[in-house]
C-alpha cells in the first residue's frame, strides 16, 4: 500500500505534458516527403524565362518536366513554337563523338548561347574522360549547331571566354575596365584587361589609379560583404567591385562615395572558423543614431580623367540615389552587360531623400556643368516611397511614380518638372513600368486591386497613353501574373498562376492577344506524393471593415472530424505580406509544417503589403511593435468560427526575420491567446536594428532648432518590455553570425526574460548567417519538434533526426 502512495506521489511531480494524450501523433512522414531534395525530383520547370533575340520578336526558352528537358525556340510574330534541336538526334551525335552514352531525356547542355548573328547556337558538354593526368577536372566539348541546317560541329580550337570577374565593370564600349584597389578607383584598358582574365596577378598588366584620397570607410567601392578580419587583412591588395553608372558614349561615369569613417561598429564571432574563432567586423547605423553615413556624387571624365563634386546637399543626412537606365532584355546573354545611367550624354537622372524619408526630390544633372535642377518635389507625413522615372522621348517628359492621392499612380510632367496630367487614378494600385512606345505615346505598366473579384494583390499587365486615355487590361484571368515584354514593345510572356493553380505560360502581344500558349507545369509526381492545393480565404481585420487576404494549407490526410492546432506563419511587413498569390514550391513554414498535424494559416494585416492604399501601408507608423497583432488574431478567431475543425485553444504563431519579432510580440501581447511561438532571427530590438527599416517604417522626428540646426529624435517599443507577460511556450532562435538583425536583438529578449524568471527555450545555429543556410532543414525539424510537443503533445522525439538520416547515403565518405 505504501508502494502504491509512492508510485502516485511519483507521477504527480512528473511535468506536465508527461501526462497528456497526443491528439494525434505528429506525421514526420507525410513532412518528410516533400524536403526540399525531394522535391527537386518531384517539381520542375514552374516558368517560362525568355531570351529574347536581338533582330526580330523571337526567343528561346528550356522547360523541364518529368520527361526531361527541351528547349525551344519561338517567333512570336508567325506565332510558331518548335524545338531548338532534336533531343534524340543530338544525343546520339553526341555519343558518337565524345563516346560517352547520352540519351535525349539527360542532355547535360550547359552555358547555351545564341551567335551573334542568330543563326547558331554554341553550347558545352562536359564528358567523362580526365583532362590530363596531372590536372583535375573533366574534358569539356564545344559545339556549334545551326538551327537552319540542324547540323553539329565540333569546336576542337575552341577557347572558352573567361567569366567576367565580379571587380571589373566595363564601360558601354568595352574599352574601359574600372575596379575598386586600395579604397580607391582604377582603371585599365581592354588589353590588360585580357591579360587579367587569362591570370590575375600578372605582373605586367598596366593599371592606373584615378583617385588617391579614398580610404577606408570612405572609400571609392571596394566594399565586401560577409568579410571576417581575418578575410579582410587577406584581401586587402585585391581588386574589388565598384558600382558605377556610365554614360553610353563611355565618356562619363558616375558614383556615389559613402563616408561611413563616423558611423560606429559592430560585430559578430564566428566560433566555430577554423582553426580560431574569427572576428567580424563592420559599420551599422542604427535607428536615432546621429552618426550617419554621407552621400557625396562623384562625377568622372574619362577623357580627362578628372572628377568633380556635384553639390547635391538639401537634407542633412540625406540618401542619394543613382537610377540605372533600364535593362535591355536583348543584351541579357551578355557578360560585359554595362551599368548604364538613366539618361543620356549631356544629363542623367537621380533623386535624393531626407533621413525621415518625408522628403524627395527628383534632380536632373547636367553632365557639363556639373550642376543639379530640381525637377519634383515630393513631400508627405509618413515616409515616400518612389520609384524610378520613366523617360520619354530622352527626357522631353517624364513619368514619375507617387503615392499622392493615396494610391500608387504615374504622372506626366514636361523636361521642366512641370505637372502636364495624372496618367492613372482610381482605387488600384501601379507598380512597375514595363516600357514606354515614344510614338504612340503609350506607357505598359503592371498593377494590382483594379480588376472586379479578384484578389486585389493579383497583378496584371495594363498599357494606357500618356493623356490617360486607351487604359486597356492586357492579361485577363483570376491569376497573379508575372510579365517579360520584349524591348519593342510587341509582344510578352505571361506566366500566371494561384496557390491553388498548376502555373501556366503564354505569349501575348500589346493589344491583349493572346497569341500562343508555352507551357502547363508538369506537377504529376508532386500529386503523386500526396500534395494538395492549399485553400484561399477572406477574413476581416479587427476593424470589422478592411478584407485581409489569406491561405490555409491543410494536413494532406485532413480529416474534417479531428480537431487540429491552428499555426499563422507571419511577416509582418510594411515591405510585404508573407502571403503567396502565385503557386510556389512546398515551403517549410507553411505546406510542409502543416503535415505535421496542423492547420497553417498565412494572412495580411493592416500596415503590411504596399500594393494597396497607403493608408493600409502605413497603417502601422509610429507602432511598429504591436500595430498587425490584432488582425493576426482576429483572422484566427473568424477561421475557427467557420471552421469546426480548427482549435481555437491551441494557437501557434512563428515568423523569420520581422516575423520573428512579431510572432514573440504576439505571445507577449495576447499571452492568453497565442500558447506556442518559434521566433526566429528576430529584430526583437528595433533599437539596435538597422536605420533604414526602422527609421522608415516606425518614423523619425526631425528637429529643428531655433539656430536653423537639425537633430532626430527616435524611440520605439520593444519586445522585452513586455517580457513578464509570458505565459506560453517561446523558442528563440538566430543564426550567431548574422550581420542582418544582430544575434544582440535575441540575447536581449532573452535577458529580459531570465530577469522576469521566465522558462523559454533557445536555438543557436553556428556559422550561421540569417537564413540558416546549410541549416535550414535542421531548423525545420526543430521547428517541426517544438509545435509537435506543445500544440499536439506528442513528446515521442529520439535523439537522432530519422527523418535526415534516412535520406543520408552510408557511402563511407
Avoid at 243 to 264: E, G, M
Avoid at 276 to 281: F, I, M, Q, V
Wanted: hydrophobic content about 35%; charged content about 25%; some cysteine.
Amino acid at each position: 500500500m505504501k508502494l502504491l502512495l509512492l508510485g502516485v506521489a511519483f507521477i504527480s511531480i512528473l511535468p506536465a505534458y508527461s501526462q497528456q494524450t497526443p491528439v494525434a501523433k505528429a506525421n514526420y512522414k507525410l513532412a518528410a516527403r516533400f524536403s526540399p531534395k525531394r522535391q527537386d525530383k518531384m517539381v520542375f520547370s514552374t516558368t517560362v524565362t525568355p531570351h529574347w533575340l536581338k533582330k526580330d520578336n523571337r526567343f528561346w526558352y528550356e522547360y523541364e518536366t518529368t520527361e526531361g528537358k527541351n528547349w525551344y525556340i519561338v517567333n512570336a510574330a508567325i506565332p510558331e513554337k518548335k524545338f531548338l534541336f532534336d533531343n534524340v538526334k543530338l544525343a546520339t551525335e553526341l555519343t558518337k563523338i565524345i563516346k560517352d552514352p547520352f540519351d535525349a531525356q539527360h542532355l547535360p547542355i550547359d552555358s547555351l548561347q545564341v551567335s551573334k548573328d542568330e543563326k547558331s547556337i554554341r553550347f558545352e558538354v562536359r564528358s567523362s574522360v580526365d583532362t590530363s593526368a596531372t590536372k583535375k577536372g573533366k574534358k569539356v566539348f564545344y559545339f556549334r549547331y545551326s538551327i537552319d541546317s540542324n547540323t553539329l560541329t565540333v569546336l576542337n580550337d575552341f577557347t572558352k571566354p573567361k567569366h567576367k570577374p565580379s571587380w571589373a565593370s566595363i564601360s558601354p564600349d568595352g574599352k574601359t575596365i574600372l575596379f575598386s584597389k586600395h579604397f580607391n578607383l582604377y582603371y585599365m584598358d581592354r588589353a590588360n584587361y585580357e591579360k587579367a582574365l587569362k591570370k590575375e596577378e600578372d605582373s605586367t598588366i598596366v593599371e592606373t589609379a584615378l583617385t588617391t584620397d579614398g580610404v577606408e570607410f570612405n572609400a571609392y567601392g571596394g566594399s565586401m560583404e560577409n568579410e571576417n578580419n581575418v578575410e579582410k587583412e587577406k584581401n586587402k591588395n585585391k581588386r574589388k567591385p565598384v558600382r558605377v553608372y556610365w554614360s553610353p558614349d563611355s565618356k562619363h561615369f558616375a558614383y556615389v562615395r559613402t563616408d561611413s569613417r563616423n558611423v560606429k561598429d559592430f560585430w559578430v564571432i564566428n566560433s566555430i572558423a577554423d582553426p580560431r574563432p574569427t572576428l567580424e567586423t563592420y559599420k551599422y547605423q542604427m535607428p536615432g543614431e546621429k552618426e550617419a553615413p554621407q552621400d557625396a556624387l562623384c562625377l568622372f571624365d574619362m577623357t580627362t580623367h578628372t572628377q568633380q563634386k556635384v553639390n547635391v546637399a538639401a537634407f542633412k543626412d540625406q540618401d542619394v540615389t543613382l537610377w540605372s537606365a533600364p535593362i535591355i532584355k536583348e543584351e541579357r546573354e551578355e557578360e560585359e552587360r554595362p551599368n548604364r545611367w538613366l539618361g543620356n550624354n549631356s544629363r542623367f537622372y537621380m533623386a535624393r531623400q531626407s533621413r525621415d524619408l518625408k522628403k524627395v526630390d527628383v534632380l536632373l544633372v547636367d553632365v557639363a556643368k556639373a550642376s543639379v535642377t530640381t525637377l519634383i518635389e515630393e513631400r508627405s507625413n509618413t515616409y515616400i516611397d518612389f520609384q524610378r522615372l520613366g523617360l520619354v522621348n530622352d527626357g522631353k517628359e517624364l513619368v514619375f511614380w507617387s503615392e499622392r492621392d493615396g494610391w500608387g499612380h504615374f504622372y506626366l510632367y514636361d523636361e521642366k518638372g512641370t505637372l502636364k496630367n495624372q496618367i492613372t487614378s482610381g482605387p488600384f494600385h501601379c507598380n512597375d513600368i514595363e516600357g514606354i512606345d515614344d510614338a504612340s505615346r503609350t506607357i505598359y505598366f503592371t498593377a494590382n486591386g483594379k480588376e472586379k473579384n479578384e484578389d486585389p494583390y493579383y497583378r496584371h499587365m495594363y498599357r494606357v497613353n500618356l493623356d490617360g486615355s486607351g487604359f486597356k487590361l492586357l492579361n485577363d484571368g483570376n491569376f497573379e501574373h508575372a510579365v517579360n515584354l520584349n524591348d519593342n514593345n510587341a509582344f510578352f510572356i505571361d506566366n500566371y498562376s494561384r496557390v491553388n493553380t498548376i502555373p501556366a505560360s503564354a505569349l501575348y502581344s500589346v493589344a491583349g492577344k493572346k497569341v500562343l500558349d508555352l507551357e502547363t507545369a508538369d506537377l504529376r509526381s508532386l500529386f503523386g506524393a500526396g500534395y494538395k492545393f492549399p485553400e484561399i480565404f477572406t477574413v476581416k481585420a479587427d476593424d470589422g471593415i478592411t478584407d485581409l487576404y489569406g491561405v490555409m494549407y491543410k494536413p494532406y490526410d485532413f480529416d474534417s472530424t479531428r480537431k487540429y492546432p491552428i499555426v499563422e506563419y507571419v511577416y509582418p511587413g510594411p515591405q510585404t505580406e508573407a502571403v503567396n498569390k502565385a503557386f510556389a514550391r512546398v515551403a517549410d513554414r507553411t505546406d510542409r509544417l502543416a503535415q505535421i498535424g496542423f492547420i497553417v494559416v498565412t494572412v495580411g494585416n493592416r500596415g503590411g503589403n504596399p500594393g494597396r492604399s497607403k493608408w493600409y501601408h502605413n497603417y502601422g507608423y509610429g507602432n511598429l511593435r504591436d500595430y498587425g497583432l490584432a488582425d493576426k488574431k482576429t483572422a484566427a478567431e473568424q477561421l475557427a468560427n467557420r471552421h469546426s475543425y480548427i482549435d481555437i485553444d491551441k494557437v501557434g504563431i512563428h515568423g523569420h526575420s520581422g516575423g520573428g519579432f512579431m510572432s514573440t510580440a504576439a505571445m507577449l501581447v495576447y499571452p492568453d491567446f497565442f500558447k506556442v511561438a518559434v521566433s526566429s532571427s528576430g529584430n526583437h530590438d528595433n533599437s539596435i536594428y538597422n536605420r533604414w527599416w526602422s527609421e522608415k517604417h516606425h518614423g523619425l522626428k526631425e528637429i529643428i532648432g531655433d539656430k536653423g540646426d537639425t537633430s532626430f529624435v527616435y524611440s520605439i517599443e520593444k519586445n522585452a518590455d513586455l517580457a513578464k507577460q509570458l505565459k506560453g511556450h517561446l523558442m528563440i532562435t538566430t543564426g550567431d553570425i548574422d550581420n542582418n538583425v544582430n544575434p544582440a536583438n535575441s540575447i536581449r529578449v532573452m535577458n529580459a526574460l531570465i530577469k522576469a524568471n521566465k522558462r523559454f527555450d533557445v536555438m543557436l545555429l553556428p556559422g550561421q548567417r540569417h537564413a540558416y543556410g546549410n541549416m535550414q532543414e535542421w531548423f525545420f525539424w526543430g521547428l517541426a519538434d517544438y509545435y509537435s510537443r506543445w500544440l499536439l503533445g506528442d513528446f515521442s522525439q529520439p535523439v537522432d533526426i530519422e527523418e535526415m538520416n534516412r535520406d543520408m547515403p552510408l557511402t563511407g565518405k
